[in-house]
């Protein structure tokens, strides 16, 4: 099926739910996601957005820059996964937790404003990978149209270009909870640390990277041509600054690099011996 082709038939889905509250991250499956049910669906489409500890000050502001700049009906609400025991204990399936909590909200917010459904933007890709939020997107019935249309994420990016959104080259990004190695609790504290120390690799103008937290220990991971420069000696003086600053007493350099998920890996190494 053409792209072209895989765009109408989503807009054929989105049509058959009638009304539909898209939880909306700002990031590039979401927003193209919020994008197409807003042409299709007009005031019969709500954008809702969480702000939470776990999400970066600046990714809301983006969000919300979005929703005015394509005149999107958005609502923001207040969501603190650290509320929740299991989520803070950051046992390996923390995502069913805070997935569950988020989309229970939007299921209500539905109810009382009179949407017939909830979706979300996951695509072909996040069935390939280790994702325990879809156990909660199963079992509360929430759509995941872009999947039902067969798209993957090179393709969102594709025709988010296409229609001129600005989110179609954003660095992929992941909530700040997926900064820390499983079983090692997540606080509010820390994730401030992360946050300050990510915002930092973003004002030196690094794009696509993540900060590991490991106690006292940040890892930094960056895309492979980036590393050269974050070695250099202006550039490592500012990172080691300002890190310590933070409160991280020692700052390393990933030398795998950026990678989606690699707090996942020490599990597929334990099921790969397994098996």
Not at 23 to 43: K, N
Not at 121 to 149: C, M, Q
Not at 192 to 220: D, K, N, P, S, W
Request: aromatic share 8%; charged share 30%.
């Amino acid at each position: 099926m053409s792209l072209s082709a895989k765009e109408k038939r989503l807009k054929e889905i989105i049509e058959g739910y009638g009304s539909l509250v898209v939880a909306f991250s700002g990031g590039v499956d979401s927003s193209y996601l919020t994008y197409i049910a807003h042409q299709v669906l007009g005031e019969r489409m709500l954008a809702v957005t969480a702000d939470s500890p776990t999400y970066p000050v600046h990714e809301l502001k983006e969000a919300k820059e979005f929703a005015k700049k394509w005149s999107i009906p958005h609502k923001v609400i207040n969501s603190n996964e650290l509320d929740v025991p299991k989520f803070r204990e950051n046992p390996e399936d923390r995502c069913y937790y805070c997935k569950r909590e988020l989309l229970a909200s939007l299921i209500e917010i539905a109810k009382e404003e009179g949407f017939s459904f909830v979706a979300e933007g996951s695509t072909l890709d996040d069935l390939s990978d280790f994702r325990p939020g879809r156990r909660a997107i199963s079992e509360l019935r929430v759509k995941s149209p872009l999947i039902e249309a067969g798209l993957s994420k090179e393709e969102v990016r594709n025709l988010s270009r296409k229609a001129g959104l600005s989110t179609w080259n954003k660095p992929s990004f992941a909530c700040l909870a997926s900064r820390f190695p499983y079983h090692h609790p997540i606080t509010k504290e820390k994730l401030v640390m992360v946050e300050r120390a990510e915002e930092v690799l973003r004002e030196l103008g690094f794009r696509q990277f993540r900060v590991r937290h490991h106690q006292e220990l940040a890892r930094i991971e960056l895309k492979s041509e980036d590393i050269k420069r974050a070695v250099s000696p202006e550039v490592k003086r500012k990172i080691v600054k300002a890190f310590k600053e933070i409160g991280y007493h020692f700052i390393a350099l990933d030398l795998e690099g950026y990678r989606q998920g690699s707090m996942n890996e020490p599990l597929l190494r334990k099921d790969s011996k397994n098996g």
